[in-house]
């Protein structure tokens, strides 16, 4: 959680980080460190990235989202997403549990260098939202021949 | 013989897959849900994205309602994970239920990604107001 923000030598951030990557290898969870512009897991929507040579696909869990109020934009490398997902609050009915998000949301999400912010598309289905980025084909891998 | 010993591998190797299954499927996401119970009944709503009709199953009997689902993700070939907050494509959770709900009457409709679940109450069981008689 505290991740690299923290690599600056205290000791007790030192503790605290120590304890944090303890607890990660204990539960075997979390093989990645904090981005810095990353939010603390769990918060909605919820973000799996994947690659492969020529992609780099995003994908939001984010149900009960109107695609109208999605506002995905891209600088180099910085995917940034915003919207608004809307669960008010019944009226005239007693709640139990109330464990679903409600509000307005903005994740940033850095992607590989070599992404081609010209080649993104955007789709959302069954609450996910699905941005696949087009990769510099000059960073995917070539084959050379020998002469 | 030949026969029995052929019918023995089969039992063995159907618990093995079980066993495998059961290892495969250990982390399950948990949906968040909202609950809310009015006069007529209880709404339960859960966030269930990736999940369509086809990969969404309610179980109710008298006493529970277990819902699951399997989050559909369209992934190309050799995909590498750079980053992952959901570990797992598998949603499961229970509840219990109390026996004033009408059980073979729910209702459950599912929209991009959330489910609703409507359990209404027995007529008996609905709240009613009672009155005071003065003097």
Known sequence: MFGRLTNFGGSLFDEFRRLDEELNEASGRWPWPAGIRSVARGTYPQINVGSTPEQVDVYLFAAGLDPATIDISIQKNLLTVAGERKSPVEKEVDYYRKERFDGAFRRVITLPDDVDPERVEARYRDGVLQIHVQRREAAQPRQIKVQ | ?135
């Open chain 2, 1 to 135: 013989m030949s026969e029995a010993n052929a019918e023995n591998k089969d039992v063995v190797t159907r618990e093995n897959s079980e066993v495998q299954k059961q290892q495969e499927s250990e982390i399950v996401l948990r949906a968040p849900v909202d609950i809310y119970e009015n006069a007529e009944g209880i709404t339960l709503l859960a966030d269930m994205p990736g999940v369509n009709k086809d990969s969404l199953s309610l179980q109710v009997d008298k006493d529970s309602l277990i819902v699951e689902g399997e989050a559909r993700i369209d992934m190309p070939e050799g995909m590498e994970a750079l980053y992952a907050d959901v570990r797992s494509t598998r949603y499961q959770r229970s509840f219990a239920l109390s026996g004033e709900l009408e059980t073979d009457r729910i209702e459950a409709s599912l929209k991009d990604g959330v489910l609703r679940v409507h359990i209404p109450k027995r007529a008996e069981a609905r709240p009613r107001k009672i009155e005071i008689h003065t003097g």
